[in-house]
């Protein structure tokens, strides 16, 4: 059946709202006996939402990064696991929109109208950082490649139909080849066993000697050579997610404390939704979601103002803004999943009540790019006017 196609922006909200509710009922379940979401990343595929980025004249929605970011906002209050793994399928939607020729873009463009998936192949164990890949596409005589390495922390990569794989080539610079899940000498083993956002499968992707044809190469290390918001488009989907896992936690808390806590009993209240002390609390809460919320609509904006105008300065603004909601979405993601058992009590302790996967979710995918190194970029910018280095983290 093939994948409905979402016309604009209020449509893709709409849906997205839908689905946050239809995937809230089966989260803690998930989670905790770790089924993996792929009826649900179905759903999501035939729902349209996985092509709302597809620009308009290849049939796409085209939704503003505003709206993109609301999506996954949406999504992760409901399941931050289910949340995260088309991230990379978005991001990877950009490459081909930003270096793809007209025939790679109007070929994997309709397999994204189609529903198809892209997942990830990115990081790499043992090497010195994040950005020492060391994945190799060795060049043959007919043009093609063969793509050699091993990548780690490949979320989406299980469920995928496609699998963009970053991979140095000729002089060491950076390409994406994208190869079919199912192609000769690829293997995705489920083998991620985090803490937290436990049902994103991000294992490890073996590439041995996997043929890749010279169409299906983009030559990803082209992005950075100018302006470009590669970086910022993919930290404001973490940002979302964080957010996301922050909203959740805090309705789940309240929800918790308004049915199932009873009020402390030097409070006075007859019930604990009464206690003014935990009003306080709650207060305190929503005031810092309410902040990351209004920060991520802010980078969202900053974001679509260069998409529409791409300079040096409005790029360097929507990497800034999307820094900003980055440190201010992890930092509350954490605050609120933990303060969700001091405002309600030991029972929320309860490991049958699952609660601690909001908190399991927030401290897991903070770990994504540390907010030290953002708060560092404002800092430059603020006081010697330094602009963001142009790469894909930030």
């Known amino acids: 059946m093939p994948a409905h196609v979402i016309a604009d922006d209020a449509e893709a909200l709409s849906v997205a709202a839908a ?10 379940g998930r989670d905790a006996e770790r089924r993996l979401p792929r009826a649900e990343l179905d759903r999501l595929s035939a729902s349209g939402l996985l092509a709302v980025t597809v620009p308009a004249e290849h049939g796409g929605a085209d939704v503003r990064q505003e709206t993109l970011a609301e999506i996954f906002r949406l999504l992760a209050s409901a399941d931050a696991s ?4 088309p991230q990379n399928h978005f991001v990877y939607v950009n490459v081909i929109r930003r270096q793809g020729i007209e025939e790679q873009r109007k070929f994997f463009f309709a397999e994204v109208l189609a529903g198809r998936r892209f997942g990830n192949a990115q990081s790499e164990a043992g090497t ?3 950005q020492d890949i060391r994945t190799r596409l060795a060049p043959r005589p007919d043009g093609s490649y063969l793509l050699t390495g091993v990548k780690h922390y490949s979320t989406g990569a299980l469920f995928a139909d496609w699998i963009p794989v970053l991979a140095r080539a000729e002089n060491d610079d950076l390409h994406v ?57 993919a930290q404001l989907l973490h940002a979302a997610i964080d957010a996301g896992i922050a909203a959740g936690a805090l309705a789940e808390a309240a929800e918790f404390v308004r049915t199932k806590s009873r009020p402390w009993f030097e409070s006075g209240a007859e019930t604990a939704a009464e206690d003014p002390l935990l009003i306080q609390r709650f207060g305190e809460l929503a005031i810092q979601v309410r902040a990351s919320d209004a920060l991520l609509v802010a980078a969202a904006r900053a974001v679509d103002a260069a998409r ?87």
């Open 177 to 233: 080849a994208y190869v079919p899940r199912d192609a000769d000498g690829v293997t995705v083993v489920d083998d991620w066993d985090g803490m937290g956002q436990r049902t994103t499968a991000s294992g490890t992707v073996r590439l041995e000697a996997v043929s890749v044809p010279a169409d299906r190469v983009l030559p990803h290390h082209l992005t950075f050579q100018g302006p470009q918001l590669h970086g910022a488009v």
């Open 308 to 394: 529409a105008d791409l300079t040096d300065d409005s790029a360097a603004e929507a990497s800034l803004a999307v820094a900003a909601a980055k440190v201010h979405t992890a930092s509350t993601a954490v605050e609120v999943a933990g303060a969700l058992f001091e405002v309600s009590g030991t029972r929320s302790a309860l490991n049958s009540l699952n609660l601690h996967r909001h908190w399991r979710d927030a401290r897991t995918h903070t770990l994504h790019d540390p907010a030290r190194w953002k708060i560092q970029h404002i800092g430059r910018h603020v006081l010697n006017g330094t602009k963001p280095p142009r790469h894909g983290l930030l």
């Open 19 to 28: 689905l946050a509710d239809e995937f809230r009922a089966g989260a803690s």
């Open 128 to 130: 010195r950082h994040v």
């Open 82 to 85: 289910l949340a995260q793994i």
